[in-house]
């Protein structure tokens, strides 16, 4: 009766482990293969080899380009390191634990002057963060772990731990959870509403924010990629990301079969039926590991996680 029981035993714990193997590959779109879609007068910019995982771009045309990204499980090409004012919000990632580092950008002389750094306990592992003042703002955990095999083994189970902070010197507080992991966030032009891309879920949510700093959950919008940095539109409020086609591609470093590149531009989407356009997709031979990409009158910045950068005319 033991070994039958024992047997029985196995065999269940083998069939979770192949089910939650299906949906962990699901979850990254194992499968999933990229047709191409051209955009004319595009080149890489000079200088940047490293990655170009965020980037965040001024009224004035200025850009900021965050690069060198070290991330456990990820390659990275980088080296070893140790009113109208423009606050820069920086997250930052020392020993595996996270920061928010605030700068105050200098309009004489484009220069950045470190402030502060801020750090919290509920800022357990931030990937992104949208500012609502010179000093607070929305930030996503993507992971409920800070250990990477404990990490790894929370998104194979496919626990939705991860969540959303809002951070003041006067209050810090979960807004929003429930997330297979929460990535890039921004907020609509009109400051009404924020947006939240939950990367293994293949969406991008929609938040209403209120005068106490909660979010309210309005809608989901289901995509067939791993949606990554968010930006909007200053005057379209249209929503451009960087997508990953196939996440595990981006996890296995495979030479011969690298990380395809995916820009989506979402219309309208608070309308009961939004406008998905796949404005720019390629195989890898040209960008690696897409994950972000940002308008500025008629022009397309495409940065990638450990890769090169692209610029292109629309």
Same mark, same amino acid.
């Given at each position: 009766m033991g070994?039958?029981?024992?047997?029985?035993?196995?065999?269940?714990?083998a069939a979770l482990a192949a089910e939650r193997l299906l949906a962990f590959r699901s979850r990254l779109n194992a499968t999933r293969e990229v047709d191409p879609v051209a955009?004319? *007068?595009? #080149?890489?910019i000079k200088g940047i080899e490293t990655g170009s995982e965020d980037i965040d771009i001024l009224p004035n045309g200025l850009a900021f380009i965050s690069s060198g990204l070290k991330y456990p499980g990820l390659k990275s090409f980088a080296p070893d390191k140790?009113?109208?004012?423009?606050?820069?919000? $920086?997250?930052?990632?020392?020993?595996?634990?996270?920061? $928010?580092?605030?700068?105050?950008?200098?309009?004489d002389d484009n220069s950045l002057v470190h402030l502060k750094t801020i750090r919290h306990?509920?800022?357990?592992?931030?990937?992104d963060v949208v500012a609502v003042g010179p000093d607070s703002f929305y930030a996503t955990n993507d992971h409920y772990f800070t250990d990477f095999i404990l990490m790894f083994l929370e998104m194979y189970l496919g626990l939705t731990w991860s969540n $959303?902070?809002?951070?003041?010197?006067k209050e810090v507080k979960e807004v929003a959870a429930g997330f297979y992991s929460a990535n890039g966030i921004n907020i609509s032009p009109d400051k009404k509403y924020i947006y939240i891309a939950d990367i293994f879920d293949h969406s991008v949510h929609v938040m209403e924010k209120h005068a106490d700093w909660n979010l309210t959950h309005v809608k989901t919008l289901q995509l067939d990629t791993l949606a990554d940095n968010l930006s909007v539109d200053p005057d379209t409020g249209d929503i451009w990301t960087g997508c990953h086609p196939n996440g595990m591609?981006?996890?296995?470093?495979?030479? *011969? *079969?690298?990380?395809?590149?995916?820009?989506? #531009?979402?219309?309208n989407i608070l309308a009961e039926q939004p406008t998905v356009t796949r404005v720019y997709a390629e195989n890898g031979t040209v960008l690696q590991g897409t994950s972000v990409a940002t308008v500025y009158n008629g022009k397309l910045l495409i940065g990638t996680v450990f890769h090169r950068a692209l610029y292109c005319e629309l």
């Open positions: 070994k039958v029981l024992a047997a029985a035993l196995v065999g269940i714990a955009l004319p *007068n595009c #080149r890489l140790p009113d109208d004012t423009v606050y820069l919000f $920086v997250v930052n990632h020392p020993h595996q634990k996270s920061t $928010v580092e605030l700068f105050k950008f200098m309009e306990d509920l800022l357990t592992s931030v990937n $959303v902070v809002y951070y003041s010197p591609k981006l996890l296995y470093d495979d030479p *011969n *079969n690298p990380p395809a590149s995916e820009v989506l #531009r979402i219309q």
